[in-house]
């Protein structure tokens, strides 16, 4: 399988050690933590219900510099192509924001700016001077985790601002592991941010009736520095489908038969307009 044949979803890393030698458990850590950063970017990307894309390493090579490519193990059955370099181009194009930014960046939850920034405590440690990744489809736009990055990635998700308030969107995400209390992201609507939604082991039930589907959640909101929602204490959630389409003015005639006080239409606007 070719990088063509995949829509372009290959990433390239390259982990630049701090050493003559690269830390095996750097090196372990950072796979994952990209590996997982990828799998969160696309499911707030892309829809719910839609087969998720397993990564294989393509080819590997280290000289003064670790180089990995990483692309799609296979192409998941009813999975347009087009929407295969998604994650890797979102990754790519967040880990670039937050390296100019203590901001969230678009597709990203704060699991996912937590994993940057997870990357970057080995360049803060000393074991790597620095991490980049590429996607093939723009292979010579590289964003990098160094400390810069590092910084911004722990001040985007820090929880500054508190109150009590309501949003909207879809479930995208939901995570239920022993010994934790359950937890969703929801993409807020009307934009491409995601909102960790922490619940009690009551609601588990509740957050699984409503995945993948838009609904309106209350509770205690946390902002960052920038107002950005970071994430939401559970209160009360809310199915809210949306219509299909908007109302059509056919769906309206007939409603209130008696609007005009018997007048015709023709007189009851001529009455209207004279005041």
Known sequence: MTITEVGGAALEIRIV?????????????????????????????????????????KDMSMQKEVRILLTPKVVP????????????????????SLSRAAEIPAYFTDSTVHRVGQIGKHV????VDRVTVASMRSPTEWATVDQATTMNAARAIEPVKKSFSSISGVLEILEHRTGRSPRAFLRV?????????????????????????RVLVEGLLKRNILGQPVSLVLDSIENTPERGSSVSPWELLGIDPDFTDGLSTEDYIRRVRRG
Not at 124 to 127: A, E, T, V
């Open 17 to 57: 050690p701090g050493h003559q030698r690269l830390d095996l458990q750097a090196y372990t850590s950072i796979l994952s933590e990209v590996r997982k950063s990828l799998e969160e970017v696309d499911r707030i990307a892309i829809p719910a219900r839609t087969p998720r894309v397993h990564w294989a390493i």
């Open 77 to 96: 059955n009813r999975r347009a192509i087009a929407t295969l370099s998604v994650p890797t181009e979102g990754l790519v194009s967040g880990v670039r």
């Open 124 to 127: 803060k440690s000393g074991d």
């Open 189 to 213: 609507d009307n934009s491409k941010h995601a909102v960790r939604i922490e619940a009690r082991e009551d609601q588990s039930s509740l957050l699984r009736e409503s995945w993948g589907e």
